[in-house]
């Protein structure tokens, strides 16, 4: 499990990165509640858990930059912002093989049977029968080649496909009034996300890894794809979804990172 050590603040240049953050991340932040939001949750040890980097040295000091940096150069135009659609790619973009990541190792993938697996629903939705993956199958399905960014400091291109989730919430009467959808998932991680992303035309609830069904390591029986977030907002190996006006969290978010984690 990874683990990121708040720095002593006066070992480092604390203004300078603060402002480079600021400039960086705060130039897209139009909207005055979501700028108090980031201002309020962007301390140095935030900032050291929204790029995932140690900031006690000068070595770490340049790779928190480096991955705001990444992050203007490739992310800025699109992901603080929510009117506008992520970038898709072609399919020879496509990053093989795609990288693997948990709060666990790779040999600790879990393995889930399809023929038991249900889908649960709780909470804000009308229906809350639970679901089998053929259902699910059994909905008008869509593909898209879009780019994973994960705060470690990498990205990566690849292709899913399922069912949009905004399709999915309106198919079983989700008040999507509410709030937040929260996610539990088989491993234990959990994760929650806003009304409007939840209903943006790229959120998919993704069955499918490369035309093929999800392999365990990318989420099996599926996960939440979101192109306008990042990595640690797209859970995996969903077994629950729930509607709720009650902030959920997550297990990162629990932890410091930010919980807008994307547009
Ligand atoms: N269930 C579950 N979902 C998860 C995680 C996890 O540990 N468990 N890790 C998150 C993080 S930090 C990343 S970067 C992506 C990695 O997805 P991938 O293995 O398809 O690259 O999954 C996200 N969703
Ligand atoms: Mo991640």
Same mark, same amino acid.
């Given at each position: 499990m990874k683990i990121f050590q708040r720095p002593p603040l006066n070992d480092v240049d604390a203004d300078g990165v603060l402002a480079e953050a600021r400039k960086l991340i705060g130039r897209k932040i139009e909207q005055p509640a979501r700028r108090a939001f980031l201002q309020r949750s962007l301390t140095m040890g935030g900032l050291s858990l929204l790029t995932g980097c140690s900031i006690s040295d000068n070595e770490g000091v340049e790779a928190a930059l480096t991955t705001i940096s990444r992050f203007n150069d490739h992310v800025q135009g699109?992901?603080?912002?929510?009117?506008?659609?992520?970038? #898709?790619?072609?399919?020879s973009m496509i990053t093989r093989p795609f990288p693997f990541n948990a709060y666990y190792a790779e040999s600790e993938v879990l393995q889930i049977?399809?023929?038991?697996?249900?889908?649960?629903?709780?909470?804000?939705?009308?229906d809350k029968r639970a679901w089998k993956l053929s259902e699910l199958r059994a909905m008008q399905q869509h593909d898209q080649v879009t780019r994973h960014?994960?705060?470690?400091?990498?990205?990566?291109?690849?292709?899913? @496909? @399922?069912?949009?989730?905004?399709?999915?919430l309106r198919r079983v009467g989700a008040d999507t009034s509410a709030k937040?959808? @929260?996610?539990?998932?088989?491993?234990?991680?959990? #994760?929650?996300?806003?009304?409007? #992303?939840?209903?943006?035309? =790229?959120?998919?609830?993704?069955? #499918?890894?490369?035309? =093929?069904?999800?392999?365990?390591?990318? @989420?099996?029986?599926m996960k939440l794809r979101m192109p306008t977030k990042l990595g640690y907002k797209n859970p995996k190996h969903i077994k629950a979804i729930f509607v709720t006006n009650t902030y959920p969290g997550g297990y990162w978010e629990d932890q410091g990172y930010n919980w807008f984690g994307g547009s």
């Open positions: 699109w992901i603080f912002d929510p009117n506008q659609l992520a970038p #898709t790619y072609p399919e049977d399809e023929e038991s697996y249900r889908l649960e629903l709780n909470g804000m939705i009308a960014i994960c705060v470690e400091g990498w990205s990566a291109i690849g292709k899913w @496909g @399922g069912v949009r989730f905004a399709d999915f937040y959808i @929260g996610f539990k998932c088989s491993d234990d991680y959990y #994760t929650s996300i806003d009304m409007p #992303t939840a209903l943006h035309p =790229q959120t998919l609830l993704a069955l #499918t890894y490369d035309g =093929q069904p999800l392999p365990p390591k990318y @989420g099996f029986p």
